[in-house]
């Protein structure tokens, strides 16, 4: 009955449209009325604690280098080394896309903020160069669900506070599936693009490739720097992220100048505004988390899923079909907020490695992001295109089913994830 309570309210305030982090709050409070210990001091004690983890400080600055990177003439930078490089191919700028999705996951950890860059800039090329709009739109799309998986990533870190499992862990064992991701849209895009016809552009000289290279070299050191420090104990993942901020702040002022003085507040404030947004969700599930263990829900769901924990590989294909579904209602946040705390009891039970089912859970939200009617990464790609969501559904199912097919294959085969961890630690 409790967890009917839980998310029968949780489901219904949402229909009303009522923000999620407000929306945890309510079933919260219908929970403690259910069970009898209402206290407003226990919820205010958890919306603190919620807030109060050091190493959530790492998403501000995260934000905030996502931010000064876009300012600072790094991301049209890293299109343009990515354009000497494959431009000249048939679909080349396709490909543009993709290795800039990857490049970007490197930077920023953000999917919405890749995706409204390099939708902004290569949308409107590949438009004139003849590719479909819709195809072009689905591909940037598709694409920009990697930055949340290459590290940096944003949701890693929420996943990681919320489950105990160590961040830096979490980052490394995301870089092989977050390149099978661009790889598996590299192959796709090469078969989409058999027929048709699109402008080429000349292949560059080698003295172009290389002005190119030069000019992306300072973008393309920081996810060197990010990686080397976390690998080598360096920096913990929350000094990490103040690094990418410094370190975009001095590439954009002081190397490429294009970072002005006076864009600076603009700048953050529209970083404190999403990372309000980020927090308070993440203190409001500290609330709903607090009362799911109260009420002892992950008992519940465990004694439901009990026949199949002696078969760990059918529990992680149910789970994700599970998740896959909730990710078509639900934003990425608020279902790491909600069901990490009720998952992860169940995954140790089964001996499933937390980090190998973390990478597993962090891909299948992303998937959420481009699957409607709630998709983030749907909806800014449509404001980018200038497209409707019928329309780039029409567009993205290939990359769609690719990515899907690549998070099977990682639950059939964990030695994809976990053999190449360890050569990261």
Known sequence: MTLGIFLGSLLAVMALGMPIAFALLFSGVALMVYMDIFDSQIIAQNLINGADNFPLMAIPFFILAGELMNAGGISKRIIAFALALVGHIRGGLGYVAIMGSILFAGLSGSAVADTAALGAILIPMMVKAGYDRNRSTGLIAAGGIIAPIIPPSIPMIIFGVTSGVSITKLFMAGIVPGLMIGIGLMVTWKLVVRKGQFDVYPRK???????ATKGAVWALILPVIIVGGLRGGVFTPTEAAVVAAFYALFVGVVVYRELKIEKLYSILVASAKTTSVVMFLAAAAMVSAWLITVANIPVLLTDMLGPLIESPLLLLIVI??????????????????????????????????????????????????????????????????????????????????????????????????????????
């Open 205 to 211: 000289s080698r003295r172009e490739i290389l002005d």
């Open 320 to 425: 994700n079909v599970i998740v896959l579904m909730v990710g078509t209602a639900m934003d990425l946040t608020p279902t790491i907020l909600i069901l990490t705390p009720v998952l992860m009891p169940i995954i140790i039970k089964a001996g499933i490695d937390p980090i190998y089912f973390g990478v597993l859970f962090i891909l299948n939200n992303c998937i959420g992001l481009l699957t409607p009617p709630v998709g983030t990464v749907l909806n800014v790609a449509c404001g980018v295109g200038k497209i409707g969501m019928e329309d780039i559904m029409k567009g993205i199912w290939p990359f769609l089913l690719v990515e899907i097919l690549i998070l099977f294959l990682l639950i059939l085969f964990p030695s994809l994830v976990t053999v190449p961890l360890q050569w990261f630690i």
